[in-house]
C-alpha cells in the first residue's frame, strides 16, 4: 500500500517509430488521505496524464510516438531504492502530420522546484519539423507545452489522496517540491541516452 509521505517514482514510456525508447520520469509524495494500492495509483496517474497530454502535447508531436507503459515504483527509505509495485499501458500518443527530426531532438520543458538548484526538466520527444522554424521552437509548441507545464506541475487529487510532483534527490533522501511554474525553451533540445537502443 502507498501510504502519506511515501515517495513514488512514475515513469512513461514510449516508442518512436517503433525502435526508439522515450521515456520521462516524475516523482511524486504523497501528502494525503487514506492508503491506497499501488495499481489504483497508477491507474489514477495515467489518467491525469492523459487528459493533460490529449489538450496540449498531442496535436504538436509526430503520429509515429505510441504509447506504450507506465511503470510505479515505490521508494524504499531502508533499502535506499525504488521498487516496481505497478505496471500498465497507456495510450499517450502523438498525432502530428509530418516530417519529424532526429529521435533525440525534442521540447525542453523546466520544472521550478521550492529550492532553485533542484529544479526539474522532462523532455517531450517527437516534434514535428512544422513546430521548429529557423531553429527556434515556434510559439504554438511553446504555448501548448507551456500550458501542459501548468497542469501537471501542480497536486492532483487521485480518489481522494493528494500527490505533488517534485524533485527527489535519490542519494541524500532529499524531496522538493514543484512550485507549479517553470520555462518552456525555445531552442530545441537534444538528449540521448548511452544505453544501446534508448534515444531519449
Given at each position: ?48 496524464h492523459d487528459q493533460h497530454w490529449i489538450a ?145
Amino acid at each position: 500500500m502507498i501510504t502519506n509521505n511515501d515517495i513514488v517514482r512514475l515513469v512513461l514510456t514510449w516508442l518512436l517509430n517503433s525502435e526508439t525508447v522515450v521515456q520521462q520520469v516524475w516523482h511524486y509524495i504523497k501528502d494525503a488521505g487514506s492508503d491506497q494500492d499501488p495499481a489504483d495509483v497508477l491507474d489514477d496517474m495515467l489518467t491525469e496524464h492523459d487528459q493533460h497530454w490529449i489538450a496540449h502535447v498531442q496535436d504538436h508531436v509526430t503520429d509515429d510516438l505510441e504509447g506504450v507503459e507506465g511503470e510505479l515504483f515505490l521508494w524504499d527509505s531502508v533499502a535506499g531504492e525504488f521498487n516496481q509495485v505497478a505496471t500498465a499501458a497507456h495510450t499517450m500518443d502523438g498525432a502530428a502530420v509530418g516530417d519529424r527530426y532526429a529521435p533525440g531532438v525534442a521540447g525542453l520543458v523546466h520544472f521550478y522546484a521550492s529550492k532553485p538548484r533542484y529544479n526539474g526538466a522532462k523532455y517531450v520527444a517527437g516534434i514535428t519539423e512544422g513546430g521548429i522554424g529557423n531553429g527556434i521552437v515556434t510559439g504554438t509548441v511553446t504555448t501548448a507545452l507551456a500550458l501542459w507545464l501548468l497542469d501537471v506541475a501542480v497536486s492532483w487529487v487521485l480518489t481522494g489522496s493528494t500527490y505533488t510532483p517534485g524533485v527527489f534527490n535519490q542519494a541524500a533522501a532529499r524531496w522538493n517540491d514543484f512550485t507549479g511554474s517553470g520555462l518552456v525553451s525555445a531552442n530545441p533540445a537534444y538528449q540521448r541516452r548511452r544505453r544501446t537502443g534508448v534515444g531519449i
